[in-house]
């Protein structure tokens, strides 16, 4: 259980995009299509590894809800990584990217690293927002972009490995401070 | 009689200096007459016992002294010892004794005085010593001489004169006493002179190389030192003092000397000590044994200790390999409890500074009015933590039945079904445990037992703390369209659910109590079985005090929730 470092990450998004279906499957390795609306936040945690140094992933999944939005800003406080979640299938929940940026932006650390996610890939018959749409988004936000699908498990490890190796290089860069700001080296047990 | 003369005898051919000679053939003689006037000076201590006491003293003194004389003969000790008291009682024959000791003791002295005078003529503290010790000589000579007043005063009656010239004699002798204890000791001990040790210590070539070095803060640094190691300087080195550093390394020399007499004052006590110790064992043949006894147990019992502690410690070590493969708080963090608990404390700080915001902005009507809905909710909280006592036994209600209420009461839409499910998987697995048990007591390992504990007090633990989270998160998006139930009553309702889960848990500890010792039966591990017993005890207690706490923060949610209400 002993970890070099714990990153929280946060999920963001417009309700039903897939935020517990992406955790879900990078925690449990299993897709479940009927879920429960999130109340609330839930949560998952998950080891990895990058460059031989044992990190620990707490992931707070945040409810899409527009009524929850208020007390899910409060969980943004201490977050190393976002992940910006849009469903491909839904133009809507692409247009309220920007709104979702600000908040986060504005709630949490200047120094987060957020990685856009255009789920549902593996609809590709309907979908309704193009690769290059959220790519170029991406570019001009500063995120790293990528396109996952919960249901074929399709880039979701990537998504959640490439935001921690992210974080991990800033903390090398020494952008991060580790002891005040997002990160807790063992802050508690071990 | 005869021993006195003997002494006498004695004393006159071991003492080569004729002064000597006759102080102390005389002190025989005044000793003499104090032992023969023993009567006047007992009464006179009737009515001056301080002075008496001071005598006596002295005496004792003398006897201590003679303790440790290793010439001296168990009898010989004894016999002061008697005297030391017979000076209040009159018994002449023993004080006669006395005088046998306190002559051969002016004999050392004068012998102790002669050596040190042709060895070192020039020594300053040799002197000083010399000088005292004639002082007390003549006060020795005194104290016969005054002697012999009170034994004519005592026919004459009582007068000023023999009191002074009491009181003369009990503060001489006093004083002679305690200047012969440090002398004799030094000569009859054994203690090598102090020349000698420091030549032992410092070697003459080393010694002068750091004279010639840095000679002055040297010498001084070397008289220190001397010092500390219990030697002195020698006459030869004061003679280097006189010659070349005059009054400086004069003053030096008798600092040192001082410091020196110090330690070997201590170092003589030591010898005191040590050798009182000899002189009890003497006396005391059994005494060597006793201590032995209390301090070396036999070779068995060391072996059983031995083999009782190492067994001890085998159990403790597999106990803490237990404890170390299940941890309840990294149980807990597994079934997220911590992050659960996070964001229960994130809602909880913020309502807080929500309420002092809201106040702040509030006008006096109002602020009366919020205030008293403030303090209602507080009651509601200051009454959980109060009425611990009052613990319904609803062990044989149905645990997801008793929360079902509640949360129904909470009139919120939710439902606490995790808590009621991890709530189930113990109680199968409980029953499962008694069943597996009734058929094959070793059907359940206690190490398995244990782990489960654990890992289910976590996630019963976390689950509550989910349910106070989920509450706290609806409580605060609902309030605006529905206000059907008071802040107050959902903390009461609120507070019940708390009871229930922390009533289950002391319940499971029980339950899990049992489990323990039914496999313990079968395995016959006491010593591995009764902490880890303790332990169970002791998480459940820990878990309950979690839920407790959790259920604390949730004070401002409700008080938040009450301040919305009054919009």
């Known amino acids: 259980m002993s970890y070099a470092y714990l990153f929280k990450y946060i999920i963001i998004g417009d309700t039903g995009v897939g935020k517990s279906c992406l955790l879900l499957q990078f925690t449990d390795k299993r897709f479940q299509p009927v879920h429960d609306l999130t109340i609330g936040v839930e949560f998952g945690a998950r080891m ?19 009524s929850f939005r208020s007390i899910t800003r409060s969980y943004y406080r201490g977050a ?111 | 009689m005869d021993n006195v003369n003997s002494s006498v005898n004695d004393l006159e051919d071991a003492s080569s200096d004729g002064e000597e000679d006759f102080e102390s053939a005389d002190e025989g003689e005044g000793k003499e007459k104090v032992g023969s006037t023993n009567d006047s000076v007992v009464r006179n201590s009737d009515e001056t016992g301080n002075v008496n006491m001071t005598g006596n003293l002295s005496e004792g003194m003398e006897s201590i002294h003679f ?95 023999s009191w002074g010239a009491v009181l003369n004699q009990a503060t001489s002798t006093m004083t002679s006493g305690l200047s012969q204890v440090i002398e004799k000791v030094e000569t009859t001990l054994g203690i090598p002179e102090p020349g000698e040790l420091q030549d032992e210590a410092f070697p003459k070539d080393e010694k002068n190389e750091v004279i010639t070095m840095e000679p002055k803060p040297a010498e001084i640094d070397r008289g220190v030192e001397g010092s500390k190691n219990s030697t002195g300087t020698d006459g030869s080195n004061a003679e280097s003092f006189f010659s070349s550093w ?123 009015k919020a205030k008293s809905k403030l303090r209602a909710i507080e009651d509601v909280f200051g009454k959980a933590s109060t009425d611990e006592e009052d613990r319904e036994e609803s062990i044989n209600t149905e645990f997801a039945v008793e929360i079902g209420k509640c949360a129904m009461a909470l009139n919120l839409a939710f439902v606490p079904n995790k808590l009621n499910q991890a709530e189930e998987l113990i109680s199968k697995w409980l029953e499962e445990c008694a069943k597996d048990q009734k058929t094959s007591v070793s059907s359940r390992s206690p190490d398995d037992i244990y782990s489960h504990v654990i890992t289910s007090l976590a996630d019963i633990t976390a689950k509550s703390i989910e349910v106070f989270r989920k509450v706290s998160e609806m ?91 009054m919009k």
Request: glycine share 4%; aromatic share 6%; charged share 30%.
């Open chain 2, 475 to 565: 409580i605060l998006m609902v309030d605006d369209q529905d206000n059907t139930v008071t802040a107050e009553d959902r903390a009461s309702h609120l507070y019940s659910i708390t009871k229930v889960v922390t009533n289950r848990i002391s319940s499971l500890s029980t339950s899990y109590a049992q489990c323990l010792n039914t496999a313990v039966n079968e395995t016959e591990d006491n010593d591995n079985i009764t902490p880890l017993i303790t332990e169970v005890y002791l998480e459940c207690s820990n878990s309950s005090s979690h839920v407790q706490d959790a259920f604390k923060l949730l004070l401002p949610v409700l008080q938040v929730s009450a301040l919305n209400s």
């Open chain 2, 67 to 161: 303790k440790t004389d290793s010439d001296k003969s168990a009898r010989g000790e004894t016999n002061n010892l008697v005297i030391t008291e017979n000076i209040l009682e009159p018994s002449p024959g023993p004080a006669v004794d006395s005088n046998i000791g306190t002559s051969c003791d002016k004999d050392n002295i004068s012998k102790a005085h002669d050596t040190d005078e042709t060895d070192t003529p020039s020594d300053s503290p040799n002197v000083v010593e010399n000088e005292e010790r004639n002082t007390h000589n003549t006060s020795a000579h005194e104290s016969g001489e005054s002697s012999n007043v009170p034994a004519e005063s005592a026919s004459s009656g009582w007068g000023w004169g």
């Open chain 2, 246 to 368: 005059g009054l400086t390394s004069l003053s030096s020399a008798v600092t040192s000397r001082g410091l020196e007499l110090v330690s070997e004052g201590i170092g003589a006590l030591e010898t005191i000590g040590k050798k009182t110790m000899d002189v009890i064992s003497e006396g005391d043949p059994g005494f060597r044994v006793k201590r032995e006894m209390f301090k070396k147990p036999s070779l068995s019992q060391i072996l059983r200790e031995a083999k009782e502690e190492s067994a001890k410690e085998a159990a403790e070590k597999k106990t803490q390999e237990v404890l170390e493969k299940v941890n309840f708080n990294d149980e807990f963090d597994r079934y997220q409890g911590l992050a659960h608990l996070e964001a229960l404390e994130i809602l909880s700080r913020e309502c807080e500074a929500r309420i002092e915001s809201v106040l702040i902005d509030l006008f006096e009507d109002d602020l009366e």
């Open chain 1, 48 to 66: 990895i590894t990058i460059d031989s140094k044992q990190i620990k992933l707490q992931i707070w999944d945040t409810a899409g809800q527009e």
């Open chain 1, 80 to 190: 190393a990584g976002a992940l910006l979640v849009y469903d491909i299938t839904r133009r809507d929940t692409f247009n309220h990217l920007t709104t979702w940026l600000e908040d986060a932006r504005q709630h949490s650390s200047s120094n987060m690293v957020i990685m856009l996610i255009g789920n549902k890939s593996d609809l590709e018959a309907r979908r309704e927002v193009k690769r290059e749409e959220g790519e170029s988004f991406a570019r001009e936000h500063g995120l790293i972009f990528m396109e996952t699908s919960a249901k074929t498990a399709a880039n979701v490890e990537e998504a959640f490995i490439d935001t921690a190796k992210e974080i991990y290089k800033k903390i090398q860069e020494g952008v991060f401070d580790i002891n005040n700001e997002v990160l807790f080296e063992n802050w508690f047990l071990c």
